[in-house]
């Protein structure tokens, strides 16, 4: 049981998480874990604040590998967050541009955030940047 707790909590540290045996729980037991719901979400956005804030010093310190990590956690809880896509991609694309095997997934984040309206020059750049070692290497 450990082992299985231990293994959600690498994917969500804040849920809710009942043990207890179905014959050993009363509903008002299940209904109390329910109505902490606005605790939880606070806790989450607590969370989501910290892992921001922790990735965007990362992406000030250049250091852009470990960036585009924690941006991928807190995407992972916020998959429609443009801003955080955003800078997702960019520290992939600035931790090595020459390295075309990450090309493709800056790509699809790019077309993403097109799809929902998300306009930015940088990002234009960097698709141009892409484009154009593409036809190079022609």
Not at 79 to 95: G, H, N, Q, V
Request: hydrophobic letters at 40%; glycine letters at 2%; charged letters at 30%.
């Amino acid at each position: 049981l450990d082992a299985c707790v231990a293994l959600l909590r690498e994917h969500n540290t804040v849920a809710t998480i009942i043990t207890t045996p179905w014959e050993e729980i009363t509903g008002a037991q299940i209904l109390e874990a329910m109505e902490h719901a606005d605790t939880l979400e606070e806790e989450l956005k607590a969370f989501i604040q910290k892992k921001t804030s922790e990735a965007d010093a990362l992406y000030v310190e250049q250091k852009f590998k470990r960036a585009y990590e924690v941006y991928t956690q807190i995407l992972g809880l916020k998959p429609y967050d443009a801003e955080i896509r955003f800078k997702r991609m960019k520290s992939l694309f600035l931790s090595n541009r020459q390295d075309s095997s990450n090309y493709e997934l800056i790509l699809e984040d790019c077309s993403f955030l097109s799809s929902i309206g998300f306009v930015n020059e940088e990002m234009n750049e960097i698709m141009a940047f892409i484009s154009d070692g593409n036809e190079e290497n022609r």
